[in-house]
Nanobody
Framework: QVQLVESGGGLVQAGGSLRLSCEAS????????MGWFRQTPGKEREIVAA????????YYADSVKGRFTISRGNAKNTVYLQMNSLKPEDTAVYYC?????????????????WGQGTQVTVSS
């Protein structure tokens, strides 16, 4: 059974940092693009960052460029999201996702596997 498990969420003050981790199990994702999305109540789930199978190509939403960094672990079954200079508007549930594609995927429909999400709350 394929599982993606996020961790690292929590409460942080504005300007602070958090590092989210996503561990995949049940199969290998060495040849799969992965990504991070976020969602707030009443809004669509939106892309935050995406990364290709090797880690050599990335995509960031304009709202997080220069503040967030997506990366993959050496075993490629782990993906991270380093979040710096956090703002209250970054508050959301953050989801990890994996796609059956090599290149970065930036639309929700392009992903095949999803984690359960981890809450990030940024206080002002």
């Amino acid at each position: 059974q394929v599982q993606l498990v996020e961790s690292g969420g929590g409460l942080v003050q504005a300007g602070g940092s958090l590092r989210l981790s996503c561990e995949a199990s049940g199969r290998t994702f060495t040849n799969n693009a992965m990504g991070w999305f976020r969602q707030t109540p009443g809004k669509e789930r939106e892309i935050v960052a995406a990364i290709n199978w090797s880690g050599g190509s990335t995509y960031y939403a304009d709202s997080v460029k220069g503040r967030f960094t997506i990366s993959r672990g050496n075993a490629k079954n782990t993906v991270y999201l380093q979040m710096n200079s956090l703002k209250p508007e970054d508050t959301a549930v953050y989801y990890c996702a994996a796609a059956e594609r090599l290149r970065p995927v930036v639309v929700r429909e392009g992903f095949n596997y999803w984690g359960q999400g981890t809450q990030v709350t940024v206080s002002s």
